[in-house]
């Protein structure tokens, strides 16, 4: 008998909850960019990628930044500012860049070398540059 009542009130349940649901939108619905927003903003950010452009992209079409940001960067066109220098005034370097460098001082295919630390890759690109 109970398990009758529980199935009987689940159904309930269910019926009134989708009732209250009727008639709301789902946000998968919502087009949060038109066609012609896109390209307006593809337009202007191809032609000056940089952080005021963003910002002004924001402020025309009454967005935060970081959705711009996002939408760019689902259509492939977005380009990260790069970071200046680290804490100790150092030039930033990627591991990629240094591989780079010692495959091309080495003349040699190294795939397996992006897996050191960057310590040691800086140690090795010393070696091999003289």
Same mark, same amino acid.
């Given at each position: 008998?109970?398990?009758v009542l529980d199935i009987l009130t689940f159904g309930l349940y269910n019926r009134r909850i989708?009732?209250?649901?009727?008639?709301?939108?789902?946000?998968?619905?919502s087009v949060n960019y038109t066609a012609d927003m896109v390209a307006s903003m593809t337009e202007q950010y191809e032609a000056e990628p940089t952080m005021?452009?963003? +910002? #002004?992209l924001?402020?025309?079409?009454?967005k935060?930044?970081?959705?711009?940001?996002s939408k760019l960067s689902n259509?492939?066109?977005y380009v990260p500012a790069s970071k200046g220098v680290t804490k100790s005034g150092v030039p930033v370097v990627?591991?990629?860049?240094?591989?780079?460098q010692i495959q091309d001082a080495l +003349? #040699?295919?190294?795939?397996?070398l992006t897996k050191a630390t960057k310590a040691d890759l800086e140690t090795l690109l010393g070696l091999v540059a003289n």
């Amino acid at each position: 008998m109970k398990k009758v009542l529980d199935i009987l009130t689940f159904g309930l349940y269910n019926r009134r909850i989708n009732k209250q649901t009727l008639g709301r939108k789902n946000m998968a619905d919502s087009v949060n960019y038109t066609a012609d927003m896109v390209a307006s903003m593809t337009e202007q950010y191809e032609a000056e990628p940089t952080m005021a452009t963003v +910002e #002004a992209l924001a402020s025309q079409f009454s967005k935060p930044k970081r959705s711009i940001i996002s939408k760019l960067s689902n259509i492939g066109i977005y380009v990260p500012a790069s970071k200046g220098v680290t804490k100790s005034g150092v030039p930033v370097v990627r591991k990629e860049e240094l591989v780079a460098q010692i495959q091309d001082a080495l +003349e #040699a295919e190294l795939p397996s070398l992006t897996k050191a630390t960057k310590a040691d890759l800086e140690t090795l690109l010393g070696l091999v540059a003289n």
